[in-house]
């Protein structure tokens, strides 16, 4: 699952907000931390900013780009980190993500939405490699 995390296809993240509505967005990053927490990058996501404070459970799909393996991931929001290593890894990260897409300067990194895996479901496996 690890090079699904390595921002070449954007995550999709879905929350939902304390009066029932989803909010679904793509996201730059899901940062592996350890073996039962991610970080998600908070660049552009004030309405899931929002939600994840009135209702901290989230889904997110990562897909890897060599197979197209597709996992989707339960999520519950623990803090949103501003400074520290995780933080610092991911600036750097989406740093190179923009690079990649010629998009220097653009992406900016808010914060590190530091959360814990709870579920991990397999939507789709790759036969090749």
Aim: hydrophobic share 45%; with cysteine; proline share 4%.
């Amino acid at each position: 699952m690890l090079p699904a995390m390595q921002g070449i296809i954007p995550a999709t993240l879905s929350t939902c907000g304390g009066d029932g509505m989803a909010n679904v967005t793509y996201i730059s990053q899901v940062f592996y931390v350890d073996d039962e927490h991610v970080a998600l990058s908070c660049q552009f996501m004030n309405k899931t900013w929002l939600n994840l404070q009135i209702n901290p459970w989230a889904k997110v799909i990562i897909t890897c780009p060599s197979t197209f393996s597709m996992w989707k991931l339960s999520l519950s929001f623990l803090e949103a980190k501003t400074e520290g290593p995780i933080f610092d890894q991911m600036e750097k990260q989406l740093a190179e993500i923009a690079s990649l897409h010629q998009m220097e300067g653009i992406f900016k990194i808010r914060s590190s939405l530091i959360c814990k895996v709870d579920e991990i479901m397999c939507l789709y496996e790759s036969l090749s490699a």
